[in-house]
T-cell receptor, first 109, second 115 residues
Framework: GQNIDQPTEMTATEGAIVQINCTYQ??????LFWYQQHAGEAPTFLSY??LDGLEEKGRFSSFLSRSKGYSYLLLKELQMKDSASYLC??????????WGAGTKLIIKP | ETGVTQTPRHLVMGMTNKKSLKCEQH?????MYWYKQSAKKPLELMFV???????ENNSVPSRFSPECPNSSHLFLHLHTLQPEDSALYLC??????????????FGPGTRLTVL
């Protein structure tokens, strides 16, 4: 079966750095997405990785290793507004998105 | 800023009621999706429409009936629901229904409670 694993919940301190991991086992790979979802709101697109390596976008970076079936989302200079759930999703060989259950990130002052 | 709107935002219905969820996208996209989101579970894809044609139905019970009159509007008609259908129902759209980098943009969802 296809599976996406990410931690259920993480806690970090304002101003610090946090890394949210995602491992996947899918039938084929056509890219990996990260979304942010604040409580009661729409998931919003953060990043897309299809090649190995690190993609940086301001305070957020996303890393991919296809050989290891592994990605992480790195958030720097954490702000209280970063408290949200972070969803990892992989496109399989049929270009269907397979979703993880999400990681709830709690930022403390 | 998503460009995808959903109404109503909250809905409470009895098991014998009939109701409809509405989604509208203002992004000029050609594909639209319905998802179910339950607490602590991955998003479950329900239906996909490409250029108004249904291309995916993930074994969804017939008490959920989608309708896509044009590329900008998507409905989910509900009837005879069960309490376990209570969840957040998300609509999404994308430029074209496939491709690796084809990115889905979501609406804020309808929080459905079935009594």
């Amino acid at each position: 079966g296809q599976n996406i694993d990410q931690p259920t919940e993480m806690t970090a301190t304002e101003g610090a750095i946090v890394q949210i991991n995602c491992t996947y086992q899918t039938s084929g790979f056509n890219g990996l997405f990260w979304y942010q979802q604040h409580a009661g709101e729409a998931p919003t697109f953060l990043s897309y990785n299809v090649l190995d390596g690190l993609e940086e976008k301001g305070r957020f970076s996303s890393f991919l290793s296809r050989s290891k079936g592994y990605s992480y989302l790195l958030l720097k200079e954490l702000q209280m507004k970063d408290s949200a759930s972070y969803l990892c999703a992989v496109k399989d060989s049929n270009y269907q998105l397979i979703w993880g259950a999400g990681t709830k990130l709690i930022i403390k002052p | 800023e998503t460009g995808v709107t959903q109404t109503p935002r909250h809905l409470v219905m009895g098991m014998t009621n009939k109701k409809s969820l509405k989604c509208e996208q203002h992004l000029g996209h050609n594909a639209m999706y319905w998802y179910k989101q339950s607490a602590k579970k991955p998003l479950e894809l329900m239906f996909v429409y490409n250029f108004k044609e249904q291309t995916e139905n993930n074994s969804v019970p017939s008490r959920f009936s989608p309708e896509c009159p044009n590329s900008s509007h998507l409905f989910l008609h509900l009837h005879t629901l069960q309490p376990e259908d209570s969840a957040l129902y998300l609509c999404a759209s994308s430029q074209a229904g496939g491709g690796g980098s084809d990115t889905q943009y979501f609406g804020p969802g309808t929080r459905l409670t079935v009594l």
